[in-house]
């Protein structure tokens, strides 16, 4: 069984920083993708960040140039750099993990961005 943690969250002022993990735990073999998701209140679940195994990365374009991916594979963890942080930032969090074996998100962690 696969299980996604993530960590980090957290409120913080307008123009702060926040880092976020997530790491995987079980059987877990040929990570394709390890990206980010977030979802506000009253809006649907969208992409912020993503990492594919042949080194692609792209990027949401309101998080470019503020957000970094970044994944360490030999501990099947993601992180999510987040810098610059704006109040229409604020969303749950979720990880996501396509494997060989399907496909697996995060539990959520919430990043509040607010004076």
């Known amino acids: 069984q696969v299980q996604l943690v993530e960590s980090g969250g957290g409120l913080v002022q307008p123009g702060g920083s926040l880092r976020l993990s997530c790491a995987a735990s079980?059987?877990?073999?040929?990570?394709?993708?390890m990206a980010w998701y977030r979802q506000a209140p009253g809006k649907q679940r969208e992409s912020v960040a993503r990492?594919?195994?042949?080194?692609?990365?792209t990027y949401q374009d309101s998080v470019k140039g503020r957000f970094t991916i970044s994944r360490d594979n030999a501990k099947n963890t993601v992180y999510l750099q987040m810098n610059s942080l704006k109040p229409e930032d604020t969303a749950v969090y979720y990880c996501?993990?396509?494997?060989?074996?399907?496909?697996?998100w995060g539990q959520g962690t919430q990043v509040t961005v607010s004076s």
């Open positions: 990492s594919t195994s042949d080194g692609t990365i």
């Open positions: 996501r993990f396509l494997v060989a074996t399907g496909d697996h």
């Open positions: 079980g059987s877990i073999y040929s990570i394709y993708t």
